[in-house]
């Protein structure tokens, strides 16, 4: 039980245009994810925390404008990079909470974006 | 803030060796603790969560401690096999539930 589901798992666009990224609880239901941004050999930064039905929370240093996130439904999260740039590639990683912080959180199997 | 950190930051070991993996934190006030395993280019797969009343959790041949005075937990994982080579990282998580990782440790067993 508690997975996540993301796609897609790789993507390679061209710079200037926006790609969108899928996260979804596929058993349970999600009010809250969490997106991640990882560099090779680094560790997860947490870009953002995305509650159902209101705005995301950015973390400092993440532009708003850049990376849209949407918590449309309890099952669903989308990151958005617009305008995508060479230094925007990375991987990105969802996460939810599985129910309370007492049952920890669950990933997605992350995305490879390669902007060229 | 919560500053997590792992040690070392790569293993590699014969298989059979027990692994054990070192994880420490600096805010004494955490929560939860949760242990994952990472495979290149993948993401994250859990592996033992401690609550905040637990000292340990077991899973097979995976045991992690908890101790929150001295700010650390230790992954110890037993008779360890090519299929356990995989970066894992440790994460703390505040009242607030946000999570917080250390940078890994990259572990290879080789057969």
């Known amino acids: 039980g508690a997975v996540v589901s993301q796609h897609p798992s790789r993507v390679i666009c061209k710079s200037g245009t926006s790609v969108k990224i899928e996260c979804r609880s596929l058993d349970f239901q999600a009010t809250t994810m969490f997106w991640y941004r990882q560099f090779p050999k680094q560790s997860l930064m947490l870009m953002a925390t995305s509650n159902e039905g209101s705005k995301a929370t950015y973390e400092q240093g993440v532009e708003k404008d850049k990376f849209l996130i949407n918590h449309a439904s309890l099952t669903l999260s989308t990151l958005t990079v617009t305008s995508a740039h060479p230094e925007d590639s990375s991987f990105y990683i969802c996460?939810?909470?599985?129910?309370?912080?007492?049952?920890?959180?669950?990933f997605g199997s992350g995305t490879r974006l390669t902007v060229v | 803030k919560q500053e997590v950190t792992q040690i070392p930051a790569a293993l590699s070991v014969p298989e059979g060796e027990n692994l054990v993996l070192n994880c420490s934190f600096t805010d004494s006030a955490i929560y939860n603790l949760q242990w994952f395993r990472q495979d290149p280019g993948k993401g994250l797969t859990s592996l033992l969560l401690?609550?905040?009343?637990?000292r340990e959790q077991t899973s097979g041949r995976l045991n992690a401690s908890l101790d929150k005075s001295s700010g650390r937990s230790t992954l110890y994982i037993a008779a360890s096999q090519p299929g356990d080579s995989a970066t894992y990282l440790c994460a703390g998580f505040d009242s607030w539930g946000k999570l917080q990782f250390g940078a890994g440790t990259q572990v290879v067993v080789t057969p």
């Open positions: 996460s939810a909470r599985v129910d309370s912080i007492y049952y920890g959180y669950t």
């Open positions: 401690i609550q905040s009343s637990q």
